[in-house]
Structures are given as C-alpha cells and as structure tokens.
C-alpha cells in the first residue's frame, strides 16, 4: 500500500486565497522531505527542501512568501500556496527520504486549479 | 550543475515492438544516483529503478531492461515486447549521493510513449 499521503488529491480555489496541500508518510519517519512542481506537459521542477523542525531550502526563482512549506514533524510536511493565481496552477508533489535507509517516495500529487 | 537530457518528446509504437527510451546526463560528481520513473494519465510516479554510479552492470526486469554506460554518461530504458498498458510519460532523473542531496532530484524533460494496440 501507499507509504506516503498527499491531501488533498486536487483543489479548485479562486484567485487571492491561499491551498494548503499536506504530505504525509504513514509508516516511517522521514527525514527531508521535498516538494516538485509540474506544469501542464512538463517536467518535475524541485521548489524547496525541508527538514524537520528547519527552515526549508527553497530552489533560486521560487518565491518563499508564496509557498510556504511547514516541516513540523517527522512525518508531515505541509505546503500552503498563498494569495494564488492561476499561474500557480500546477501539480504539486511531495517526496519523502526515509529515516537511516535515504530511500525515496513520492506521494501521489495534488493538482491545483486556480481560477 | 546537473543535468538530465531525454532527447525524445514522444514514441509512439505499435504493441510488441521493443522501444528505447534514451537519457543522457551530466553531473560533476563522481558518486550520484540515476532514477526511471513512470507516470501514468492519473500523475503519480511510479519507481521503476535506482542504480548508483559504480553499478555499471546491466539489469532486466521483466520487458524492462536498463543499460548504464558512464563512458558516454547514457542511462537508457527499454521496454521489450510494448504492452498498451506501457502507455505514459517516462522520466529519467539524477540526484546526488550524499546526505540530504540524495532526494533532490533533478528530472529530464520526459518521454512521452504511446502504445497502439
């Protein structure tokens, strides 16, 4: 079964409200975790990478006042898409390295529509 | 930098035919780690396989099989006997090895393969 859960699956918003979208791993702690962003017919870009109980990492060109990512616990990581617009519409997906072993997973994607 | 280089956009063949799906890469590391994933039309990423650098040797998996050349930096994926069910966007990603560089992955831009019945 799945190791890792992303809520929610897919998201509709209006323009100027703010989506939260939460990774989870169910059965392992994880150290780092890292969120991607994939447009329509493109690839997986990385935005930022979080560590428990740190400031995330955020990649050159992702604006850290609009996506803040919360990395509160061993097992959750949260990403909140704030004041959106539909530019930011995308799939957004979360991976998650596994305490001591490093392996990786990936959660199942959330796909945002902002209208 | 690193960089990862899937110079097909989209394969199409029709079902049964072997298909090869190319990835180049750079990396000026001497250690890193080469990914094959799947992604269906639902958008999840399915692993297909993780090979690190000093691992040169050839592997086969069912219809799939891997060829790693680090002489010519190629990580290429093919799938043997096509299935419709092959059908997805196939992405060939690298990462380095060590500490938390392991997870950042740094993705091609895609295959698309399309398999007819």
């Known amino acids: 079964g799945a190791v890792v859960s992303q809520h929610p699956s897919w998201v509709i918003c209006k323009s100027g409200t703010s989506v939260k979208i939460e990774c989870r791993s169910l059965?392992?702690?994880?150290?780092?975790m890292f969120w991607y962003r994939q447009f329509p017919k493109q690839s997986l870009m990385l935005m930022a990478t979080?560590?428990?109980?740190?400031?995330?990492?955020?990649e050159q060109g992702v604006e850290k006042d609009k996506f803040l990512i919360n990395h509160a616990s061993l097992t959750l990581s949260t990403l909140t898409v704030t004041s959106a617009h539909p530019e930011d519409s995308s799939f957004y997906i979360c991976?998650?390295?596994?305490?001591?072993?490093?392996?990786?997973?990936f959660g199942e994607g959330s796909r945002l529509t902002v209208l | 930098a690193q960089k990862v280089t899937q110079a097909q956009t989209e394969i199409s063949v029709v079902e049964k035919e072997d298909v090869t799906l190319d990835c180049v890469y750079e990396?000026?590391?001497?250690?890193?780690?080469l990914f094959w994933y799947k992604q269906p039309p639902s958008g999840e990423l399915v692993f297909l396989i993780r090979?690190?650098?000093?691992?040169?040797q050839n592997e086969i998996s069912g219809r799939y099989s891997w060829n790693f050349q680090k002489s010519t930096s190629s990580f290429n994926f093919t799938i043997t006997a096509s299935q419709v069910v092959d059908s997805a966007v196939y992405f060939c990603?690298?990462?380095?090895?060590?500490?938390?560089?392991?997870?950042?992955?740094?993705f091609g831009q895609g295959t698309i393969l399309t398999v007819h019945p």
């Open positions: 991976s998650l390295s596994r305490l001591h072993t490093g392996e990786l997973f």
């Open positions: 059965d392992f702690q994880a150290t780092t």
């Open positions: 979080s560590n428990e109980g740190s400031k995330a990492t955020y």
């Open positions: 990396t000026r590391d001497t250690t890193y780690y």
């Open positions: 090979r690190n650098s000093f691992d040169e």
């Open positions: 990603a690298l990462s380095d090895a060590g500490g938390t560089s392991y997870g950042k992955l740094t």
